[in-house]
């Protein structure tokens, strides 16, 4: 498979998997999201939740946020949720560059305490994001739940922001940690993009890596991605790289709707190898159409 970008005069892939900052594209709810973040960490309110389906892209999301957010606010990031609570303690005075002490529990809660205080002081912020949240143990999150302790009269000191699928939600329904519910003070759910939101996302992507939409997909095939993906953003970049993957293979200055249906079924970004024998396949289909458009034609001049 020749290497589309170059192919269609990109700058860079504008479908990578992993989740860059740069490509974060302002839909109505991923706005509403970050707007629920910042208000949560500039006002100090302690617990924040933000839901969304897998691919919906709550991860760019947070590397936006985190990219844009005011030096004096300090963000320790957990991309996962699988660490047990000490290990996430360690992590959280390391970031902070704190000495470890003791290396207990209570000895590192205290450190972090004292600092928090003069974070408050200072009028600095500290912010702890865990994504993948709905993958959180609850007993992992009852520990969470006592850090929102850490406060003082009249504010939080530590911001804790939950990011996750839906599930997550019930999880924090449990009869074991409904507590920490009681303390979710802003909660906001992302929902999927709509289809004229699906083709700016698209176009927006493709912009940054020094083209667009219109440009390199005709009409019928961005509405066939559109409709396939159903707004998440996942689901279209996947179905983008695929499909520039074998229109290149194809030699396509302009992506076909016929190239869409082929790789529609595919839920996975594709191996050079498999775009290769999309590609081969449509190469070997096209005498057979050519012979059977000849046929046709001699039948009807018989006729």
């Known amino acids: 498979m ?9 700058s860079e892939d504008p479908f990578a998997a992993r989740p860059d900052s740069r490509f974060f594209f302002p839909a109505e709810g ?4 970050l707007a629920s973040l910042l208000y949560g960490i500039n006002r100090k309110k302690g617990f924040v939740v933000i839901l969304g389906e897998a691919g919906i892209g709550k991860t760019t ?12 606010v300090k963000t320790i990031l957990f991309p996962k949720s699988d660490l047990p609570f000490p ?11 704190l000495p470890l002490g003791l290396n207990t529990k209570g000895s590192m809660i205290h450190e972090l305490y004292h600092h928090l205080i003069r974070c408050l002081e200072r009028n600095e912020t500290v912010a702890v994001v865990i994504d993948e949240a709905e993958n959180i143990g609850l007993d992992v999150i009852e520990e969470v739940r006592l850090l929102a302790n850490l406060e003082t009269s009249t504010s939080k000191l530590l911001q804790i922001i939950l990011v996750g699928e839906p599930s997550l939600m019930d999880k924090l329904r449990s009869e074991v940690i409904r507590q920490i519910k009681q303390r979710v003070v802003i909660s906001c759910r992302i929902e999927p993009l709509s289809e004229k939101e699906s083709r700016q996302y698209i176009d ?22 559109c409709r396939s993906a159903r707004g998440n953003p996942l689901k279209i970049n996947t179905l983008c790289h695929n499909a520039l993957a074998v229109g290149c ?3 396509e200055q302009q992506i076909s709707s016929s190239t869409v249906k ?6 996975e970004r594709l191996s050079a190898d498999k775009a290769d024998a ?3 396949e449509f190469r070997k289909s096209r005498p057979r159409k050519m012979a059977f458009a000849a046929a046709a034609v001699a039948a009807a001049i018989a006729a």
């Open 262 to 267: 082929k790789i529609q079924g595919e839920r």
């Open 278 to 280: 999309i590609a081969a």
């Open 87 to 97: 290990k996430m303690l360690e992590e959280m005075l390391l970031t902070l560059k």
């Open 204 to 225: 927006h992507r493709l912009n940054i890596a020094g083209s667009g939409a219109a440009k390199l997909f005709t009409a019928e095939a961005l509405s066939l991605i």
């Open 61 to 72: 999301l947070i590397a936006h946020l985190i990219a844009t957010l005011d030096p004096g």
């Open 30 to 33: 991923h706005n509403e999201a």
């Open 249 to 251: 293979g194809r030699s």
């Open 2 to 10: 020749a290497d589309y970008i170059p192919f269609y005069g990109l």
